[in-house]
């Protein structure tokens, strides 16, 4: 913040402690006079802020930033230091999160949040986009207009600082920071580093430490690498890091460090970085280099061999060590003993071992040849499970033969094999070093990430660690996946993949394909690395991915900026984009949009076209349209939010203007499911599934019926209308205004399209305006089941007040849904005959828990001429504040009203001279008499207490019930229980 956006108190303030403190600084030493500023406020503003979640305006955090002066100092001068606008991601507050990026790196001091309504936790983080890391408590907003701060927060460098709400709504005004401005002076360099001692396997380093800026105060740490070539800028990241390197010490302070699992006789070259705590780095040292020392003879003697073939005195091959010398130094001496196993048949190939007692780093093998020609293979490895080095030709009679491997093996056994007779051999000398005994495991791999995924394979990189933590080269990786997360404790059952690349040098990025998945399924993927010494890492970070449901035929990406898109074949414009889809087509969404028009989307009944999301979710929203997303003209055709299996809802579609749809598909459309989509925020309904009738008739009764309509699993919350609004509400015509021949407006009666064929199935709805859903006009084939309905009719709207409102027209099945927490009735019934109601649970309605009248207006209608009746039978209604059902419906025959349980202190039912029957029903005032398993918590199955209602109701299954709210087979005893739940042990 520039110090003219103070205010001028704040300012005088600011100066007067800046001043302070160079005066201190003046009187320290001049290695203190280059110490970081104070830390002092960040300045912040709305670019610096980046919302990953998408929610809301995240950019409000820092907005006010001006305003709040200084919270840490308490200063508030201007006597108004409130912020008022907050960052609100409205319901999707678990999760949501957002990073400020300061620009450059700061020493990060205090966070200061000015708390906002509501209570939840958020934390902050710090690191990189992608990879962060929490620091300090989570802060829990519950101080309400006031600031908090991040406890136990320890100073740490950052360029980027996140925010995540985490569970609750812990909403805030403004976030505030301090920290020390940023430092990029980097440490001095090295100028004198020396090898002051060197072994057959290690060196020791010695160097004067350097300071944190230049040669000021202490650096934060060192970077010492080894090479066996020499180091220079270019190939600094190709030299091996040393682990474990010592803490800087101060300026001009001598150092030494040792770099031990160095290859005997071999010329090292070593180099050092200094870095500072801000990240600054130093030029490259002085490199030093040393050539380690030469391996000596290894000590043999008989006891150590062991015959394989039990052919022939194998220990002659080592009893002999004295007079054999040093044959590496061309003191080698002519031993008389060789090991023969003989001729007999099936005596060769023969092999021996010898059992150096540990691991040594073996650099030279050397043989006295004796007499015949032949091959003799030299091993290592373990007994039973070798490694072959060398096949040496035996043909030059009495003389040292020598097998020096290009690099340095490590090994405790060493196994001889005359393939033949003629590969006798007079002993073996071994030159070596004792191996350090490796008990440093490879480190975890901690960014196995996705690099792509199709519908049968994910590809997924990584960066390959060391042997030893992060330095030199591991032995193997061992890849498991499964479709449960991966965790120590269950991963010996996951499934490991074939074809795992061997390791690469540490820090190389590495990749692989799994292969061979089932389509639209969730996989965990986590590896684990090895090194020679068999030392293992931990697991690394688990990697989910899902597989694609679909292969895209056509996508529509988050680029592509036109506002209409056609099915059918055309030149695509500006606004319109052409498809030239096929029945059995998948078109994918991708990305977000603000609104999206599909029109003529026309599958078959044996090849809908598919509209589904690809790479992650797709949000359409806007806050200032009349829609959102829109589907016309079309048939036979899928919209659902499975496209990847890591999102329950794929699609989420929001329209927040005031009586706008999030999703409306009509125009004549016909023929389709939708599922596994979230609608939310939206000025009217989630759904708006209906053409209305026209003045030409094309989408009126008689001319069109919407058929086959399917909705299930999907999730509709916060919206200002209905959560589902299906079929044209006036069934008994609707008056509208139309031209006539001449031009003239004159306003005709229609009477809307039915509907025949719905399904309405696993859906949720929460804190809607008007009905949870509302079905109109469905006239046959009609079932809505498995719903859970919640906090409907926010906006007590006189005649939209129901969980499932039955408009007129519509006949149908209505069962197994769970309605609760409503203003008006659980169900408002205006519908036709044969309307079966059943097997609901219906809780704390603040009217009727089933409301039943006749709506019609034209009794001589012959649409009227059904007059069967209605049957509300094994529902469980708790707490209705009227009665458990008010039956006004005078037209109908043969209602009942049977197996019920009401729970309410007025009556069970209503009616005025009703043709309805009401028998085997349970009416009670206090519902601890029912003795449910947990009605305090919402769980109304029956218990073995419940003698009241089990085996007591009468049997309906002549009406089409045989099952219970659960799905489980009524009766399950020797009756019908009565209510939604059948008693099981």
């Avoid at 002999?320 to 060789?338: F, I, K, N, V, Y």
């Avoid at 199935?761 to 084939?781: C, E, H, K, L, M």
């Avoid at 007591?952 to 219970?964: F, I, M, P």
């Amino acid at each position: 913040m520039k110090l003219a956006t103070f205010s001028r108190h704040a300012a005088l303030m600011l100066f007067v402690s800046l001043l302070l403190n160079f005066l201190s600084l003046a009187a320290l030493t001049p290695q203190r006079a280059h110490a970081l500023e104070p830390s002092a406020l960040i300045p912040l503003n709305t670019s610096m802020v980046v919302n990953e979640s998408s929610y809301g305006n995240a950019t409000w955090m820092v907005d006010e930033h001006d305003k709040v002066e200084d919270p840490r100092g308490n200063v508030c001068v201007s006597g108004d230091c409130k912020p008022l606008t907050q960052w609100n991601p409205s319901g999707h507050y678990t999760g949501a999160s957002a990073y400020i990026d300061l620009g450059d790196t700061y020493k990060l001091t205090d966070v200061y949040l000015y708390d906002a309504n509501n209570v939840g936790y958020l934390t902050v983080s710090v690191g990189t986009p992608g990879n962060w890391v929490p620091v300090g408590d989570a802060v829990y907003t519950n101080t309400y207009n006031s600031w908090q701060t991040v406890k136990n927060l320890a100073p740490v460098f950052t360029r980027y600082v996140r925010i995540t709400m985490t569970s609750g709504a812990p909403l805030f005004n403004e976030i505030v920071l301090y920290g020390s401005p940023p430092d990029h002076t980097p440490p001095g360099k090295i100028e004198e580093l020396n090898v002051s001692a060197a072994t057959s396997t290690s060196a020791k380093l010695q160097w004067t430490a350097p300071g944190e800026d230049g040669n000021l105060r202490t650096a934060a740490s060192y970077d010492i690498r080894y090479s066996t070539a020499s180091i220079t800028d270019a190939n600094w990241a190709a030299a091996t890091p040393v682990a474990g390197p010592p803490q800087p010490a101060a300026p001009g302070v001598t150092q030494t460090a040792t770099v031990g699992k160095l290859m005997p006789n071999r010329e090292y070259f070593f180099a050092i970085k200094t870095l500072d705590e801000s990240g600054n780095v130093s030029a490259l040292s002085e490199v030093a280099h040393a050539t380690t020392n030469a391996a000596g003879k290894i000590v043999l003697s008989p006891g150590m061999v062991t015959n394989e073939s039990a052919h022939g005195d194998a220990t002659l091959m080592a009893d002999e060590q004295s007079l054999s010398g040093d044959p590496r130094g061309g003191a080698g001496g002519a031993p008389l003993t060789q090991w023969t196993p003989g001729y007999a048949a099936g005596t060769y190939p023969a092999g021996a071992y010898i059992d150096l007692g540990k691991d040594y780093v073996l650099t030279d093998f050397w043989i006295y040849d004796s007499n015949g020609v032949d091959y003799l293979t030299l091993s290592t490895g373990s007994p039973g499970n070798w490694d072959v080095r060398q096949s040496v030709y035996m043909n030059t009679y009495r003389t040292w033969r020598s097998y020096v491997p290009p690099t340095p093996l490590q090994s405790r056994y060493v196994r001889t094999t005359m393939e033949y007779g003629g590969a006798n051999f007079g002993e073996i000398v071994l030159y070596g070093v004792p191996a350090t005994l490796d008990t440093i495991a490879p480190s975890a791999v901690s960014d196995l990430g996705v690099v792509t995924a199709t519908t049968s394979s994910i590809a997924f990189a990584w960066t390959a660690p060391g042997d030893d933590d992060n330095t030199g080269i591991a032995s193997s990786y061992d890849i498991r996946y499964s479709t449960s997360p991966i965790t120590e404790y269950n991963w010996s059952s996951a499934t490991s993949l074939n074809g795992v690349p061997a390791p690469a040098a540490s820090g190389t990025k590495q990749s692989m394909t799994a292969s061979g998945l089932a389509n639209g399924t969730v996989y965990y993927f986590a590896m684990k690395t090895t090194d020679a010494a068999g030392n293992v890492s931990a697991l690394s970070n688990v990697l989910k991915k899902g597989t694609p449901t679909y292969t895209c035929t056509k996508t529509i990406r988050e680029s592509d900026h036109q506002q209409f898109f056609y099915g059918t074949a055309g030149t695509t414009k500006s606004d319109k984009m052409y498809l030239d889809l096929s029945p059995g087509s998948v078109l994918c969404i991708e990305g977000n949009r603000t609104y999206l028009k599909l029109l003529d989307i026309n599958g078959t009944a044996e090849h809908p076209i598919i509209i589904t999301n690809i790479n992650g979710e797709s949000l359409i929203a806007n806050d200032n349209l009349g829609y959102a997303l829109t589907v016309s003209n079309s048939t036979y055709f899928r919209l659902t939010g499975t496209g990847d299996p890591e999102y329950t809802y794929g699609i989420r579609v929001s329209s927040k203007k005031s009586g706008a749809n999030a999703v409306s598909i009509g125009s004549l459309s016909q023929q389709y499911e939708i599922d596994h989509l979230e609608a939310f925020d939206s000025g009217f309904a989630g759904l708006m599934l209906k053409s209305d009738p026209t003045c030409d008739l094309s989408a009126n009764r008689g001319h069109f019926v919407q058929r086959n309509t399917v909705v299930h699993d999907t999730y509709i919350h916060n919206v200002e209308g209905e959560g589902m609004y299906i079929g044209y509400t006036f069934f008994n015509g609707h008056e509208i205004a139309c031209k006539n021949s001449v031009g003239e407006t004159v306003y005709e009666t229609v009477y809307p399209h039915t509907l025949e064929g719905l399904r309405v199935y696993d859906n949720r709805t929460q804190t809607t305006g008007r009905d949870g859903i509302q079905v109109s006009s469905a006239v046959s084939d009609v079932e809505v089941y498995n719903n859970v309905i919640d906090d409907y009719a926010t906006e007590d709207e006189p005649g939209q007040t129901s969980g499932i409102q039955i408009n007129p027209g519509t006949t149908g099945r209505f069962y197994n849904n769970l309605i609760t927490n409503g203003i008006g009735k659980g169900f408002e019934v205006q519908g036709w005959g044969n309307i079966f109601i059943y097997n609901n649970v219906i809780v704390n309605p603040s009217s009727y828990g089933i409301f039943s009248k006749d709506a019609r207006d034209n009794a001589g209608d012959p649409v009227y001429a059904d007059t069967r009746g209605h049957h509300f039978v094994n529902n469980t209604i708790i707490g209705p504040t009227e009665t458990g059902i008010r039956f006004d419906n005078t037209a109908l025959t043969g209602n009942t009203f049977d197996n019920n349980i009401v729970i309410t202190p007025g009556d069970e039912i209503i009616g005025s001279g009703t043709n309805l029957t009401h028998v085997n029903n349970l009416t009670y005032a206090d519902i601890g008499v029912l003795h449910f398993v947990n009605a305090a918590g919402g769980d109304f199955h029956l218990s073995a207490a419940s003698t009241l209602a089990i085996d007591q109701g009468a049997d309906v299954s002549g009406l089409g019930v045989d099952d219970d709210f659960d799905g489980g087979t009524r009766p399950y005893g020797s009756g019908y229980d009565i209510g939604a739940y059948e008693y099981r042990p």
